[in-house]
């Protein structure tokens, strides 16, 4: 008797069981079914055909600024440094005095060659009066030739003698002048060499100045594209953080240089532009985005309203037979409503219009 109740209540729980596992696979299949329902559900959409349209060629580059002048000023002068008017960073003028040489032994050099040169002005002038006397009493007869002779040398001697001491007074005259050393062009002072009391000679290095009133704006352009490339053509730019994007301050220079020959190793050629910089916000070493236009060309173009933007990158959906196939696209600058695509879709192909939020990639469409 106890035996048969245990059978019967094993059976019941295996039944129980049973039961259990079957309802629990059924609510499984159920979502999975539905889920499979719904990829399956067709999705509704505007479709609309890549047209071509024509915009302008625009070259991506990268580089930066150069210095149009660089100079390690140098001294020009020997002498003692009397005193200094600039310090690194300092934005000085053509002509500035950048720093001064103790000129106590030149000013009194000056003052010597200038005596010497008056002291053979008379004597010249002396010379020139015995000469015009001596000529007199030769074409007498009165003196010897010999006599002669000596007083018209005499008479040379004292004019190369004036001459000699003219140009060492001039000498004097310009060493004076090198003590005040200045800036040879308008620029930015990068380094300072010297110091008040250091003693230097001409060749000794003062400070390192560049020119940042007119840059230079170095990119290196693919050979393919070199002789596309025109002197005078324009050159917008961004320059400093990379990451400052659209929203950086945008420049414009002109190419004026063209590399003659391609690198080897590179396969690129240099392309320099020339840009103001009135106000010194650009300085070289900064690296630059560049774009440079060169001409036209035919690009497909879809409605802005097909496009989707993730951060930088630009996606869209074609209509290939009867299924949705998502597309990474480059695009350009949008134009009248149309966003010009680079890369990604070919003319003629159709697009969704006006992107859903059931629209996936290998969804069928309606």
């Known amino acids: 008797m106890k035996a048969d109740a245990f059978r019967f209540v094993g059976v019941g729980l295996g039944s129980l069981l049973l039961a259990s596992a079957g309802c629990s696979s059924r609510s499984q299949a159920e979502p999975r079914a539905a889920a499979a329902t719904a990829e399956a559900a067709p999705v509704a959409v505007k479709r609309v055909a890549a047209t071509a349209v024509k915009v302008p060629r625009v070259l991506t580059l990268s580089g930066s600024l150069v210095a149009s002048e660089q100079a390690q000023v140098a001294a020009g002068a020997t002498g003692k440094i009397l005193a200094t008017y600039v310090e690194r960073g300092s934005v000085v003028k053509k002509g500035s005095v950048l720093a001064k040489l103790d000129t106590r032994i ?90 008040s009391g250091e003693f230097v000679r001409p060749d000794s290095r003062v400070v390192t100045l560049v020119a940042v009133d007119s840059l230079r704006v170095e990119l290196t352009v693919p050979e393919a594209d070199v002789a596309s490339i025109k002197p005078g053509a324009a050159v917008t730019f961004r320059a400093g953080n990379r990451s400052a994007g659209k929203d950086a301050p945008r420049y414009v220079g002109h190419v004026k240089y063209i590399g003659p020959a391609v690198r080897l190793q590179s396969r690129d050629a240099i392309v320099e532009a020339t840009v103001d910089n009135p106000v010194n916000d650009l300085r070289p070493g900064m690296f630059v985005t560049a774009e440079l236009a060169l001409g036209e060309q035919s690009l497909p173009a879809v409605p802005k309203s097909a496009v989707k933007t993730d951060g930088s990158q630009h996606r869209l959906f ?30 003629g192909e159709m697009v969704a219009e006006v992107l859903s939020a059931d629209m996936r990639d290998g969804a069928r469409v309606k």
């Open 106 to 195: 030149l000013g009194a050099q000056s003052e010597e060659a200038s005596a010497q040169v008056e002291t053979l002005k008379a004597q010249q002038a002396q010379a020139q009066l015995d000469c015009e006397r001596t000529q007199r009493m030769f074409d007498k007869g009165a003196i010897a030739k010999a006599e002669y002779d000596r007083a018209q040398t005499q008479c040379v001697t004292a004019k190369w003698s004036l001459a000699a001491a003219e140009a060492r007074r001039t000498q004097v005259a310009e060493s004076l002048k090198d003590s005040q050393i200045r800036a040879p062009f308008s620029g930015l002072v990068v380094d300072r060499a010297v110091t």
């Open 318 to 347: 074609v209509v290939t037979g009867d299924r949705l196939e998502e597309r990474l696209v480059q695009t350009a600058e949008p134009s009248g409503g149309l966003v010009p695509i680079v890369s990604g879709v070919k003319s």
